[in-house]
């Protein structure tokens, strides 16, 4: 199918949950590169996949009882994420033990839950792997309010979300209150998984999360810069994927997530600093590789180009 072709289905009344599904796929992609930004800075990949299981029951709710998935699913993702926050103050299991507790109870609670619901299979299968028919227009508007509110929460708290995810116990000496800040960022996170899992599905929301933000960080230094990138990225890729996915009758979310792991492939051998290529340039023969600054790269911090670069004032 050619361009054109395509643009002319967005068009036509008869496939009108198409372009609804384009603007969801895009707007939530959007969301989830920004968000997954603060989750790759803090090294948290694991959260998106946990989020994603914590969310099921709640859908599962909402969807025996025709309620609103993304409702369900944010109810039931904050209260599992307030459960592991408290839990976690004890101190006597660490937090990733507390989250292979709740987070996988709450993903076989939904299995339950969404069982007793007539034809679940069907069901089930579009919660996991999402679905671009049948897409109603509250939920296209409900994606496009809850992406602003979560791209406004970040603007307002991004210094101190970007204090913690770069060291925590300096947050916690400035008097910065690292607990709720916490809540915030699982409450954003699962709010982006949630919002996604129409067109991408619960299993591969991950992948938006965490490959246009990994392919954005080592495109560039500057963390303002990744955080342009990463949503242009995962936008784009929602686009792309979806085309594909319509030409080729192809599954949509794996479409999706196979064209952002092209683009994150591409980042990690072009790079103009930190790809396969320019590395082996720089690197002198016979001699282990340097980064540009003489620094062992073994030495250099994660987000130490970011704390040097990125003005913070």
């Known amino acids: 199918m050619s361009i054109t072709e395509f643009i002319a289905d967005l068009f036509n009344p008869d496939l009108a949950f198409l372009p609804k599904a384009l603007l969801i796929a895009v707007m939530s992609s959007v969301v989830c590169g920004v968000v997954g930004c603060y989750v790759v800075l803090r090294g948290m990949a694991f959260i998106g996949d946990a989020v994603a299981h914590a ?51 709450a ?89 996604s899992l129409q067109t991408i599905g619960n299993i591969l929301v991950l992948a938006l999360l965490i490959t246009p933000a990994a392919a954005a960080r080592l495109l560039t230094d500057r963390l303002g810069v990744m955080m342009l990138l990463a949503p242009v990225i995962g936008g784009s890729s929602a686009l792309v994927g979806l085309y594909l996915s319509w030409s080729y009758d192809l599954p949509v979310g794996g479409t999706v997530v196979l064209v952002a792991t092209g683009a994150f492939l591409l980042a990690w051998v072009f790079a103009p600093r930190h790809g396969l290529l320019a590395r082996r340039r720089r690197e002198p023969v016979g001699e282990p590789h340097r980064e540009s600054g003489g620094t062992p790269e073994s030495q250099v911090t994660p987000v130490s180009a970011e704390v040097a670069e990125r003005p913070m004032g």
Request: aromatic share 10%.
């Open 55 to 105: 969310v099921f029951p709640g859908l599962a709710v909402a969807f025996v009882l025709q309620g609103s998935l993304v409702l369900g699913g944010a109810v039931a993702g904050i209260v599992t994420a307030l459960l592991i926050a408290v839990f976690a103050q004890r101190r006597r299991l660490k937090e990733d033990s507390l989250i292979g507790v709740f987070f996988v109870a």
């Open 107 to 195: 993903f076989a609670l939904g299995i339950v839950v969404i069982s007793q619901a007539p034809g679940y299979a069907g069901s089930l299968q579009q919660f996991l792997f999402g679905s671009i028919t049948g897409i109603p227009d509250r939920d296209l508007y409900t994606v496009g309010f809850t992406g602003l509110a979560i791209l406004a929460v970040l603007f307002l708290l991004h210094k101190e979300l970007v204090a913690v995810s770069l060291d925590r116990e300096s947050a916690r000496s400035v008097g910065l209150p690292v607990f709720w800040l916490d809540i915030v960022l699982y409450v954003l996170v699962t709010l982006a998984v949630v919002i």
